[in-house]
């Protein structure tokens, strides 16, 4: 069952009681905090109004250790801090081909959850309205923003 509230639509159990909404982080939404001095899971929290449960997948979290640890001096730095925001996420180990990009894992694995994505990635962005996952993004560097009914 779902109702909705301010625009949202929240899923409900029969017996009444809700689902706690899971929400894909992309690891490039991680560095939103540092470049526009935003809290992402107070933002998320304010524009769902509901909990939800962020996840970040293993192929995604996989890659902010490599650029903590091989990236140029300051992506380390960038990259470190966002591993920090990492750990308020659930990680969620995925098998990723060895053809295949954090992308196209996120895709497979927002479209059997039917979960929102978190991303600023105007590509993945695109790609998952095309499959109608809805996302959640930065708008104006100011705000966040969901396309699609959650």
Known sequence: MKHS???ITIRQLSNGKRVTLKIIIDSN???VPLQFKIDIFEGMMT???QRFEPIILSSSYDELKKMAEKGPPKLRKQASIA???AEKCRVVNVEKSREGTNDDVILRVAGQWKSPVATNDKVLRQRLRDISIPVIYLRQKSRLEVEGSI
């Open 5 to 7: 509230h301010n625009g």
């Open 29 to 31: 939404f991680l560095f």
């Open 47 to 49: 524009l769902l109004n």
């Open 83 to 85: 591993l920090k925001l």
